[in-house]
């Protein structure tokens, strides 16, 4: 059969290109000597590899940073595998086969995977080294092992765990990678997320790896007025009843119509990113107007208290999606406002 092409959606996630480039140019200024890389994971935090690749590209990026090996075609569709890095290293010779056919450097997180790489054919690669985070990275005491002197490091990168906080932690492990620097031979050193940028020109070294900030994060204060934000998202109303007071709303009726009211059942739920904590305290906005949320968040849905507003069938209502204060009403962190969302958006500028 011949499928038409489906209608537009009724949920739609506007990515603001330009705020996304800016944000780029901006953690690069702000990373000083270093340049900006970009992390891209998780589908560019959500956003559609395919929208924020060119716009990276565009604005000046050149190295690129992603968790897995699935992650690595989406991103070779725009820029050469020689820019790319699989940040999950290489668990199998699968991986090291796929890694040489595509020219994309691994980053090497243990013994095991520097074995893999030497057994595979070597060359190079990119080094993590743990500093304190005790999540992936080779431990600092094994950087003397031979299969670590035999690799032919590019970048040695280590990961802040607390950049977004005032925490000792950070000054300990930036001494835990500068002791690492002097071990190892490597072309380039990187250790500074999009917080860790804002943590000053000690963390910077040559390349940063900002990625929550380019897509609207803000992670620490500093970087407040300087980062835009990337995503709204608009959905639109199904459908709008008038209830009587008494009146039982959304599964499991924890809502109670207090009085007669209007509401509005609008087209977006868990499945699509906006999970059942954002029910405590969310609203969206029809022009003026403020329509909070009542009862439970469904899968496809969210009803919402109409108030005076006019809204009708088919209107687009806006959730705002500033993620500091998306983060606060919902609960949940800004990364995960971000990757949460779905698979169902129309997604454009
Ligand atoms: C995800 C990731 C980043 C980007 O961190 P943000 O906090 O999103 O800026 C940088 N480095 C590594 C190793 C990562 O896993």
Redesign the pocket.
Request: charged share 20%; with cysteine; glycine share 10%.
């Given at each position: 059969m011949n499928i038409p092409e489906p209608p537009p959606a009724t949920l739609r996630l506007r990515i603001d290109a330009d705020a996304l480039a800016d944000n780029w140019r901006t953690l690069d200024r702000l990373s000083g000597q270093a340049r900006a890389g970009a992390?891209v994971?998780a589908d560019g935090?959500g956003l559609g590899i395919d929208t924020v690749m060119p716009t990276l590209l565009g604005a000046g990026a050149r190295q690129f940073?992603v968790?897995h090996w699935s992650e690595v075609p989406g991103v070779l569709e725009h820029t050469s595998g020689a820019k790319i890095a699989v940040?999950h290293g290489v668990s199998s010779a699968q991986d090291a086969a796929f890694a040489r056919a595509c020219g994309v450097l691994p980053?090497i997180n243990s013994l095991h995977q520097a074995r893999i790489w030497h057994e595979s054919g070597g060359g190079p690669c990119h080094l993590?080294v743990d500093s304190g985070m005790n999540r992936?990275g080779l431990e600092p005491g094994k950087l003397g092992d031979p299969a670590i002197g035999a690799l032919q490091v590019h970048t040695l990168?280590s990961?802040l765990a607390s950049?977004?906080e005032d925490s000792d932690q950070n000054p300990a492990q930036l001494a835990i990678f500068r002791q690492a620097v002097s071990q190892v031979s490597a072309r380039e050193l990187?250790l500074?997320?999009?917080?860790?940028?804002a943590l000053g020109a000690d963390y910077h070294f040559d390349l940063t790896?900002?990625?929550?900030?380019?897509y609207g994060?803000v992670?620490r204060e500093e970087l407040a007025t300087s980062i835009r934000q990337v995503v709204s998202v608009e959905a639109a109303v199904l459908q709008v009843r008038d209830l009587q007071a008494g009146d039982l709303v959304g599964y499991n009726a924890i809502y109670r119509a207090p009085r007669p009211m209007r509401v509005a059942t609008i087209s977006i739920g868990y499945a699509d990113g906006i999970l059942r904590s954002w029910g405590e305290g969310g609203a969206l906005q029809h022009g003026e107007s403020t329509l909070p949320i009542i009862g439970r968040i469904s899968m496809d849905m969210i009803i919402v208290d109409c108030g005076q507003s006019d809204v009708r069938e088919g209107d687009f209502c806006l959730l705002s999606y500033d993620l500091p204060q998306a983060s606060q009403i919902s609960g949940l962190s800004q990364?995960e406002l971000l990757t949460n969302l779905g698979q169902r958006f129309d997604r454009s500028g």
């Amino acid at each position: 059969m011949n499928i038409p092409e489906p209608p537009p959606a009724t949920l739609r996630l506007r990515i603001d290109a330009d705020a996304l480039a800016d944000n780029w140019r901006t953690l690069d200024r702000l990373s000083g000597q270093a340049r900006a890389g970009a992390a891209v994971k998780a589908d560019g935090y959500g956003l559609g590899i395919d929208t924020v690749m060119p716009t990276l590209l565009g604005a000046g990026a050149r190295q690129f940073f992603v968790a897995h090996w699935s992650e690595v075609p989406g991103v070779l569709e725009h820029t050469s595998g020689a820019k790319i890095a699989v940040l999950h290293g290489v668990s199998s010779a699968q991986d090291a086969a796929f890694a040489r056919a595509c020219g994309v450097l691994p980053v090497i997180n243990s013994l095991h995977q520097a074995r893999i790489w030497h057994e595979s054919g070597g060359g190079p690669c990119h080094l993590m080294v743990d500093s304190g985070m005790n999540r992936l990275g080779l431990e600092p005491g094994k950087l003397g092992d031979p299969a670590i002197g035999a690799l032919q490091v590019h970048t040695l990168l280590s990961h802040l765990a607390s950049a977004d906080e005032d925490s000792d932690q950070n000054p300990a492990q930036l001494a835990i990678f500068r002791q690492a620097v002097s071990q190892v031979s490597a072309r380039e050193l990187s250790l500074a997320n999009s917080a860790g940028i804002a943590l000053g020109a000690d963390y910077h070294f040559d390349l940063t790896r900002p990625g929550l900030a380019l897509y609207g994060g803000v992670p620490r204060e500093e970087l407040a007025t300087s980062i835009r934000q990337v995503v709204s998202v608009e959905a639109a109303v199904l459908q709008v009843r008038d209830l009587q007071a008494g009146d039982l709303v959304g599964y499991n009726a924890i809502y109670r119509a207090p009085r007669p009211m209007r509401v509005a059942t609008i087209s977006i739920g868990y499945a699509d990113g906006i999970l059942r904590s954002w029910g405590e305290g969310g609203a969206l906005q029809h022009g003026e107007s403020t329509l909070p949320i009542i009862g439970r968040i469904s899968m496809d849905m969210i009803i919402v208290d109409c108030g005076q507003s006019d809204v009708r069938e088919g209107d687009f209502c806006l959730l705002s999606y500033d993620l500091p204060q998306a983060s606060q009403i919902s609960g949940l962190s800004q990364y995960e406002l971000l990757t949460n969302l779905g698979q169902r958006f129309d997604r454009s500028g």
